[in-house]
């Protein structure tokens, strides 16, 4: 089965920065590819899929790139509603798989 | 508006079953493919099973191959995960969740819409 990797496993940043999440997969992917925020005590929110299209509703300082098996998921300027843990999930087949999580928080 | 409401969890001994259910109303329910997804407390997110439209194709975790098993009622709007032989590591909040269309074009295992979850706990 594919693995998926992120790193960092969390990091802190302040208001206002660029942030960037990476995830690998273990295999190449294609550009089946989604990333999920979880709030603490929320369900998971779907932000984009296919590696790099934003889901409906989701600020345009998300953004998402890469192809193969190298993502990532970038937040232009980081905002205090943005303190969550961010997945991403491999689709292209089964099983489905996601990535150990990404922990955001204000420095 | 699309609800995806989950029942059934509880405290069950090593060994146990349960049966969760996953009520959905707010679209047309035999349009999607499902999914069960959990979380054990404190950790991520792990696909368990998903089942297409019909029922016809249905998928497992090898974690939960041989004592899971997924289902639907179309009729009912439901969605089902039998849980045999149960284990303390599967422990976790399980949300079932619906595969997402847009545009016309459906996408397996990509999921906008989940259910709040159910708590399962096995102890002894």
């Known amino acids: 089965d594919i693995q998926m990797t992120q790193s960092p496993s969390s990091l802190s940043a302040s208001v206002g920065d660029r942030v960037t999440i990476t995830c690998r997969a273990s295999?190449?992917?294609?550009?089946?590819l989604a990333w999920y925020q979880q709030k603490p005590g929320k369900v998971p929110k779907l932000l984009i899929y296919?590696?790099?299209t934003l889901q409906s509703g989701v600020p345009s300082r998300f953004s998402g790139s890469g192809s193969g098996t190298d993502f990532t998921l970038t937040i232009s300027s980081l905002q205090p509603e943005d303190v969550a843990t961010y997945y991403c999930?491999?689709?292209?087949?089964?099983?489905?798989?996601f990535g150990p999580g990404t922990k955001v928080d204000i420095k | 508006e699309v609800q995806l409401v989950e029942s059934g969890g509880g405290v069950v001994r090593p060994g146990g079953s349960l049966r969760l259910s996953c009520a959905a109303s707010?679209?047309?329910?035999?349009?999607?493919?499902m999914s069960w997804v959990r979380q054990a407390p404190g950790k991520g997110l792990e696909w368990v099973s998903g089942?297409?439209?019909?029922?016809?194709?249905?998928g497992y975790a090898d974690s939960v191959k041989g004592r899971f098993t997924i289902s639907r009622d179309n009729a009912k709007n439901s969605l089902y995960l039998q849980m045999n032989s149960l284990r303390a590591e599967d422990t976790a909040l399980y949300h079932c969740?619906?595969?997402?269309?847009?545009?016309?074009?459906?996408?397996?295992?990509?999921?906008?819409?989940w259910g709040q979850g159910t708590l399962v706990t096995v102890s002894s």
């Open positions: 969740a619906r595969d997402y269309c847009t545009n016309g074009v459906c996408y397996t295992w990509v999921f906008a819409y």
């Open positions: 707010g679209f047309t329910f035999d349009d999607y493919g």
């Open positions: 089942i297409n439209w019909n029922g016809g194709s249905t």
């Open positions: 295999q190449g992917i294609s550009n089946y």
């Open positions: 296919a590696a790099s």
């Open positions: 999930q491999k689709y292209n087949s089964a099983p489905p798989a």
